[in-house]
């Protein structure tokens, strides 16, 4: 069974880079033909769309975040990150990381458990 666990520090700063970084077991990112999510939920709010990642490396992104977000990865070690840059309190959010098993579709068939992320000074 694929895992994934998000980490990284639960409080930013304002003006600050978010980064976390989602670990996946049980299976590989780069196995054709899955992505790899960044979606998150603010208090009160729906789930966000942030950007994913491609099996084949490529990286997608909400173009609403897309000046303020990178997601890379590092395949030695299973990996794949977030960062975003510039935060504000309104980006304090539950961040989940999610495997896509359909290319474009947002369909989701396992998720981390999510990190708490609280931006303040």
């Known amino acids: 069974q694929v895992q994934l666990q998000e980490s990284g520090p639960g409080l930013v700063k304002p003006s600050q880079t978010l980064s976390l970084t989602c670990t996946v077991s049980?299976?590989?990112?780069?196995?054709?033909?899955?992505?790899w999510n960044w979606i998150r939920q603010a208090p009160g709010k729906g789930l966000e769309w942030m950007g994913s990642l491609g099996y084949s490396g490529i990286t997608y992104y909400n173009p609403s975040l897309k000046s303020r977000t990178s997601i890379s990865r590092d395949t030695s070690k299973n990996q794949f990150t977030l960062q975003l840059s510039s935060v504000t309190p309104e980006d304090t959010a539950v961040y989940y990381c999610?495997?896509?098993?359909?290319?474009?579709?947002?369909?989701?068939?396992?998720w981390g458990q999510g990190t708490q992320v609280t931006v303040s000074s």
């Open positions: 999610a495997r896509e098993f359909r290319p474009g579709t947002l369909e989701y068939d396992y």
């Open positions: 049980g299976g590989s990112i780069t196995t054709n033909y899955y992505y």
